[in-house]
């Protein structure tokens, strides 16, 4: 009697094998679509700017809080090298611009007239550049200002000047917008006259992709994980059939296995 179950129960244990191996692939490819971190650590307003930069060019993305006001950026895996292109032709994210707060933080017990004058310049160097870098169109801006030190027994001063450097993207004309920045960076430093700003606008290379070729890569995207899903379900479903269900014995083995049992039931 052993002898003759022991078969039958050892293809019975082994019916469910090619479920599981099924199961495990189709887990593994269903976790392949999953979405993963872009970026993290970033502002309400950082986050948000990429977020729009992402869907208008067809890419899904979504905002998730990581605690202390900061947020993390999150895609589908397939999107990532596409996504990443694209943010950096928006020049996205931006580069953090130190404040005049952060520069003195008056955690020093001495320091020189030198380092104040130097620290005053840098720091105002940096806030010019961050209010230009949020003009519309402007990828990123850099302004460096030479102010000399006052000196009150000196009859002649040396005048102030500024240099300012617009990154912009490639489909964005400033050509028009430059008195106006010329009229800002004047207005912010001291003694500084307008014919001493220098203003050069650079096209950043690369820029965005157009929309109809990101939704074309999000669709064949979507297609191809729908096939290898569909072709998954169809091992699957061959393996079970094939593989887990015990073929019947025929011919001459069939029979006397059939009358083996008979007899021992009697």
């Not at 895996?77 to 953090?96: E, F, Y």
């Not at 611009?97 to 952060?102: K, L, M, P, Q």
Request: hydrophobic share 40%; charged share 20%; glycine share 8%.
């Amino acid at each position: 009697m052993y002898a003759l179950n022991k078969p039958r129960r050892e293809k019975k244990l082994s019916a469910g094998r090619p479920a599981r191996i099924c199961a495990v692939l189709l887990a593994g490819l269903l976790l392949a679509g999953c979405q993963t971190q872009l970026h993290t650590g970033l502002s309400q307003d950082e986050a948000q700017q990429m977020i729009l930069a992402l869907q208008s060019q067809g890419i899904s993305a979504s905002r998730s809080s990581v605690g202390e006001g900061k947020y993390a950026i999150s895609i589908e895996r397939g999107d990532m090298v596409q996504a990443m292109r694209i943010l950096s032709s928006h020049g996205l994210p931006r580069k953090k611009h130190e404040n005049i707060g952060s520069i003195f933080k008056g955690d020093q017990i001495v320091s020189t007239p030198f380092e104040q004058h130097a620290r005053f310049v840098y720091a105002l160097s940096e806030e010019i550049s961050a209010s230009l870098a949020k003009v519309h169109g402007v990828v990123s801006a850099r302004v460096h200002i030479t102010l000399p030190k006052p000196e009150p027994f000196r009859r002649t001063s040396t005048r102030s000047r500024a240099s300012v450097y617009i990154y912009h993207a490639q489909d964005v004309d400033l050509r028009g917008k430059i008195p106006m920045i010329k009229s800002l960076v004047v207005n912010s430093v001291e003694k500084l006259n307008y014919e001493d700003v220098t203003v050069a606008m650079f096209e950043v290379a690369g820029g965005p992709a157009p929309t109809l070729a990101a939704s074309t890569i999000k669709v064949w995207n979507s297609v191809t994980t729908l096939a290898g899903i569909a072709l998954l379900l169809f091992v699957g479903i061959a393996l079970w059939t094939g593989v887990g269900r015990p073929k019947k014995l025929t011919g001459e083995g069939g029979a006397r296995l059939m009358k083996s049992n008979e007899t021992v039931s009697q």
